[in-house]
């Protein structure tokens, strides 16, 4: 079956900085990628998408890449702010259903 | 800006119970899904719905799980004879477009004792 992975469990970064969370995928049939943030006790939230036609697009403080050739997956968020500590997960799909990653936590310390 | 509703928020049944989870997608939106997420791993999908019918469903779903729209606003998932690794935060989704994301309620956090 498919397979979504992040490289980084967890990931700390200082107030003010930028951040980036990474994320792998096995099925190159996938042309949909969305980063959603989860907030403790809370549903996965929208963050940004890209379709495999595009190699990077940004959207308010976020920028995500994707690279094909690798299968790899990244969001970049600009001026992290303690706000945006939460768990992110990159999801990918090939037609109907999602596959997401297991998260990566980020922790931004004021 | 629009949502999706979940309730109960929380639900405490005890094994060999049967739950309802109840879900009110976005009100122009017509595709609908449930997803599960055990504490601490990774959200799973578990059935999309199109049309009054399951389009597209995992291995997880299997005869104990159903879903039902039983009127125009509501979305519900049955587990019949819940066991404890049922235990999960259950999570409906909807979106208007089957080629874009979802819009995610809050989840339901199933607990079975």
């Known amino acids: 079956g498919e397979s979504v992975g992040l490289h980084l469990p967890t990931l700390s970064v200082q107030e003010g900085d930028n951040s980036i969370i990474n994320c792998a995928y096995s099925?190159?049939?996938?042309?949909?990628f969305i980063w959603y943030k989860q907030e403790s006790g809370k549903g996965p939230q929208f963050i940004i998408d890209?379709?495999?036609?595009?190699d990077k697009r940004q959207g308010q403080r976020v920028t995500v890449l994707l690279n094909k050739t690798v299968k790899h997956l990244s969001l970049q968020i600009a001026a992290t702010q303690p706000g945006d500590s939460a768990v992110y997960f990159c999801a990918e799909t090939a037609g109907n259903q999602f596959y997401f990653g297991t998260g990566t936590s980020l922790t931004v310390i004021p | 800006e629009p949502e999706v509703t979940q309730t109960p928020s929380h639900q405490v049944t005890q094994m060999g119970q049967e739950v309802i989870l109840r879900c009110v997608p976005i009100?122009?939106?017509?595709?609908f899904y449930w997803y599960r997420q055990i504490l601490g791993q990774k959200v799973e999908f578990l059935v999309s719905f199109y049309n009054n019918e399951i389009s597209e469903k995992s291995e997880i779903f299997d005869d104990q799980f159903s879903v039902e729209r039983p009127d125009g606003s509501n979305f519900t998932l049955k587990i019949r004879s819940t066991k404890l690794e049922d235990s999960a935060m259950y999570f409906c989704a909807s979106n208007s477009d089957q080629g874009n994301g979802y819009t995610f309620g809050s989840g339901t956090r199933l607990t079975v004792v």
């Open positions: 009100s122009n939106h017509l595709y």
């Open positions: 890209i379709r495999s036609n595009m």
């Open positions: 099925n190159s049939a996938s042309d949909y």
